[in-house]
Nanobody, 126 residues
């Protein structure tokens, strides 16, 4: 069973950038689609972005299109979320999630994923 650990969160000013990492252990990520989700206080957990297991297919929520970029480095067993032009409304706990899947599948639906990290806090504030 794969274990996922997020890192890279922190406090950042509006307009700045931050890169989150989702590192896997216990199993190779080669066969897993990975999604990034976030949950702000009092709100539902929402899908931000996802990447398929091997052909690099990606999806983005409308709220982050053009600002966030997801990528994966299977050699390092890590998936990244590069976040640029950050806004206060991006403040949330960010989670990565994994699911064994075919080559071109990924989803922004949290119910599609079985494996979750513990989350990392991102706060965008001046």
């Amino acid at each position: 069973q794969v274990q996922l650990v997020e890192s890279g969160g922190g406090l950042v000013q509006p307009g700045r950038s931050l890169r989150l990492s989702c590192a896997a252990s216990g199993y190779t990520l080669d066969y897993y689609a990975i999604g990034w989700f976030r949950q702000a206080p009092g709100k539902e957990r929402e899908g931000v972005s996802c990447v398929s297991s091997s052909d690099g297919s990606t999806k983005y929520a409308d709220s982050v299109k053009g600002r966030f970029t997801i990528s994966r480095d299977n050699a390092k067993n890590t998936v990244y979320l590069q976040m640029s032009s950050l806004k206060p409304e991006d403040t949330a706990v960010y989670y990565c999630a994994g699911e064994v899947a075919g080559t071109n599948w990924c989803s922004l639906d949290k119910y599609e994923y079985d494996y979750w990290g513990q989350g990392t806090q991102v706060t965008v504030s001046s």
